[in-house]
């Protein structure tokens, strides 16, 4: 793609992104569930390409065993859950993760990072690619075990530099 071309789908995105982000920020928990809803339907109509490729994805998995309207509630519902991913990401505050967080298995985790920490050193953690896991560095700092997370940055750095903004503002320092 011409990069004048690419740039101009980039700050189309922006454009299109920067309310959510306001919206999700500013809207109560029952309103940004409302918000997700309505971003997951104008997604699953508006990526062809990303809804095509769940639906392959389910056949692949699953072959004939699904009726198309379960096919759709599956595929409709990862829409959901991607976005509600994204829109809780941009809620996090301190409030926020002691109202709608459950924690298990903390104090073991804790444990074992107080005594690699006794001894100088600190701990890889692995989690997986299940539910809400962008919460977790968040929510490790939250409770005073600072983190690093490796990740891919967004392709379109408006984006990219909107997203972080919004996510450092309530994390503590």
């Known amino acids: 793609m011409k990069k004048w071309l690419l740039e ?3 700050i189309l995105e922006y454009l299109a992104i ?3 982000v306001t919206l999700a920020r500013a809207f109560s928990e029952r309103q940004a569930e409302g918000l997700v809803k309505v971003i997951a339907r104008v997604a699953y109509v508006v990526l062809s390409h990303d809804r095509r490729w769940a639906y392959r994805n ?3 998995v699953f072959g004939d065993n699904l009726t198309p309207a379960q096919r759709r509630k599956i595929v409709v519902g990862s829409f959901e859950t991607i976005v509600r991913t994204r829109v809780q990401c941009l809620r996090w505050s301190q409030e926020w993760m002691l109202n709608n967080i459950v924690e298990e298995g903390g ?3 804790r444990a074992i990072g107080k005594a690699n920490k ?3 050193r600190g701990v890889i953690m ?3 690619h299940l539910g ?3 919460i977790l560095p968040a929510y490790c700092a939250y ?3 600072p983190s690093t997370v490796m990740y891919r940055p967004q392709d379109n750095w408006r984006v990219e530099k909107l997203i972080l903004g919004a996510r450092h503002e309530y994390l503590p320092n």
């Open 8 to 10: 101009f789908r980039y």
């Open 18 to 20: 920067w309310p959510i």
């Open 58 to 60: 389910l056949e692949l």
């Open 107 to 109: 104090e073991a985790t």
């Open 118 to 120: 006794e001894k100088g």
């Open 126 to 128: 692995i989690t997986a």
């Open 132 to 134: 809400n896991f962008e």
């Open 143 to 145: 409770t005073g075990y």
